[in-house]
């Protein structure tokens, strides 16, 4: 089942393997702009720690499940300003 990336981020095999494990969450993540699958994805990848990117994947699975489109309480990628003006 193919995943789109985002706007500049490519999507991490563990978001891939969550997505492509839920026909809900697929279906939403294709909904969604490339700038919003962006923000997922740089949301994700910005954790510094394990724990807390493991969470941010689980947080992500319930908001797509839920319809929602973009991360919750994020200022945002910082590559969206360089890359989509």
Known sequence: MPTSAGTVHRIPADLRAMLESDTVCHAQWQNITPLAR?????????????ATRARRIEVAHDKLS???RRPCCWAGCPHRDKYNP
């Open 66 to 68: 839920r319809g929602e």
């Open 38 to 50: 962006n923000e997922f994805i740089c949301w994700i990848t910005s954790a510094r720690r394990p």
